[in-house]
Every structure is written in structure tokens, then in C-alpha cells.
DNA sequence: TAGAGCCTGCGG
DNA sequence: CCGCAGGCTCTA
């Protein structure tokens, strides 16, 4: 499901409606997720339980919690098919929910993961930045702090292999996803087998430009909902209906009518229009 | 730096 | 039935 949009928009949702509430319970199932790990409920329940939801915030595609006074920050990561859903206790609960946590005032955070490619971990808030999983992550490309163009031109130039595969290289630039990088690199009018380090600094400086506004329209659209994406109250995203390439393979490009191809580079589709794209 | 592998579900 | 899916990790 998630790429940057899609994270965004579920913090949106859920870090209002839990911030402040105390954590009442906290239960895990007991399958593995990514690499075998499953949900640490011991560990949550010690860290969490009593405590309050201090603070909500997103880092690439991982969502992150602070609670009060705790040590401990919650890293949750939606892999493909993960979702985050706010709910009420009585509501039944969908199959492969691999999360609850119980609050106060009687909400519960529901994580849900059909091919459990997620993980649900439990960080040192003092060394957050310093560990993995976060430590292996590049800059941002939104926000305060975010990757400069100079530098995004440099990091390019040091690659091998073809730029779209570097746009999903979360040590380059974090958040980017098979769909976005997609999109940029049409709204870019850059081929996406072009070599990273072949771009020069004009055309790193209007990708990663392209990059910005694609993610930024993405995320006032509440992402993009191909089957599982939705926010903490299941509220569907809009940016599927604006795809200018991805999932359009022999449709006609929207700028020029030329039909668009679909690729495989890194064993994922690339969607593009090789005419609008050099 | 490619490719396989991890999982389940869905659409062709 | 097969192939494919919004991600990432490990292996050659």
C-alpha cells in the first residue's frame, strides 16, 4: 500500500484522534512478520501500557510514536499491504490484524497486514537517529531539512544503475515508492532507464522539483488507493484518478497520446512514456 | 546491483 | 490456473 502519501495521510488521521490517550491494552498475534519477526507484545505492553500517545510523526515510510515519559518509540511500517485503522472496540475485527492497541476514552489502533510484509518494532528513542531501521535512511524529500537539489544531484552522480531504481533506494531519498517515482520521472520528461549518474544538475534539480510536487499534490489527495490504502477511519485516497502513467500500460499518455509502455527494472513495473520521457 | 524470496488476495 | 501487487532483505 504505502508510499510517503500514503504514510502522511495516516499520520494525519491517526495522530489526532489518539494523541494524549492513555495506552489501556496492548495485544498482538502471535505470527511473523517481515523477516520472521513477530509482533513484540511483551515489550510493547511495558513500554506502552499506562502511558499516554505523546506525539505522532513520520520518518520515510516508517509512522512513529512517543509515548510520555517512555524511552521506547513505536516504528510501525505498513510494507504492501499494511493498514492502520482507528475503530471502536465492538467492531468486529478484520482478519490478519496483527496489532491492538486499546485507549482510553474506548478507541483502539488496529494494525492490519493481509501479506504481512510490515513490521511492528519497538526503538530506543536515544538512539533513534543512530539505529536501524532509521539510521539506513536518506534525507527527506519534503519538509524542513529536506534534500537539496545540489546534493541530490551529487548522491546521482555517485550511482550506478538506472534512476529509477535509485528513487526506490531508501538510502538515497526516503518515502519514494514504485508508484511516485513513476510519476516524477514522467513529470520530469526523464526516461526512467536513463543511468542516475548520467543526469546532470538541471535535470536532477527538476526531478527531484518534479518529486516534491508530485508527492505534495499526492498527499493533499489523500494518497492513492489502489485496493488496500485508506486513513485511520477508512477514508479512501483520491491521487489514483490523477496517475498520469502508473497502471496505464498501452493507454495513451495524457500529454501526447502515445500509448503507454510498461517496463521491469529491478523486478518492479516502471510505467512510461517513452516519447514524453528522454 | 540484479534476482529471488518473503506472504496473501485478486483479476485476467 | 497464473501472474502480479503500493516493500524490503538477502544472496550471488
Not at 489502533?109 to 518494532?121: C, E, I, Q, S
Not at 489523500?222 to 483520491?238: E, P
Request: aromatic content about 4%; glycine content about 10%; proline content about 7%.
Amino acid at each position: 500500500m504505502p508510499e510517503l502519501p500514503e504514510v502522511e495521510t495516516v499520520l494525519r488521521t491517526i495522530a489526532p484522534a489518539s494523541r494524549g490517550r492513555r495506552v489501556r491494552r496492548v495485544w498482538g498475534s502471535r505470527q511473523p512478520l517481515r523477516g520472521g519477526q513477530p509482533v513484540p507484545v511483551a515489550a510493547l505492553r511495558r513500554a506502552l501500557a499506562g502511558r499516554r500517545l505523546a506525539r505522532w510523526w513520520r520518518r520515510g515510510k516508517y509512522l512513529l510514536a512517543a509515548v510520555e515519559g517512555g524511552r521506547s518509540v513505536l516504528a510501525l511500517h505498513l510494507g504492501m499491504s499494511g493498514r492502520l485503522r482507528i475503530q471502536r472496540p465492538g467492531e468486529p475485527r478484520a482478519p490478519h490484524t496483527h496489532l491492538v492497541l486499546g485507549l482510553e476514552g474506548g478507541l483502539e489502533l488496529r494494525l492490519v497486514d493481509a501479506r504481512r510484509f510490515g513490521t511492528v518494532l519497538l526503538l530506543d528513542a536515544r538512539r533513534l537517529v543512530h539505529e536501524p531501521p532509521l539510521a539506513a535512511l536518506g534525507p527527506e524529500p519534503l519538509g524542513r531539512g529536506a534534500l537539496r537539489p545540489a546534493a541530490f544531484a551529487r548522491a546521482l552522480a555517485r550511482r550506478r544503475g538506472p534512476i529509477k531504481n535509485a528513487l526506490l533506494d531508501q538510502r538515497l531519498l526516503a518515502g519514494v515508492g514504485n508508484i511516485y517515482a513513476c510519476e516524477a520521472l514522467f513529470e520530469a520528461g526523464i526516461d526512467p532507464r536513463r543511468p542516475a549518474a548520467e543526469l546532470d544538475a538541471k535535470e536532477a534539480a527538476a526531478l527531484l522539483a518534479a518529486l516534491r510536487r508530485t508527492l505534495g499534490r499526492a498527499i493533499r489527495h489523500c494518497g492513492t488507493t489502489l485496493r488496500d490504502h485508506a486513513d485511520g477511519w477508512g477514508v479512501r485516497g483520491r491521487y489514483q484518478r490523477l496517475l498520469r502513467v502508473y497502471g496505464r500500460a498501452g493507454e495513451p499518455c495524457r500529454r501526447c497520446g502515445a500509448p503507454i509502455v510498461q517496463l521491469v527494472q529491478a523486478a518492479r513495473s516502471t510505467f512510461a512514456c517513452l516519447r514524453c520521457q528522454r
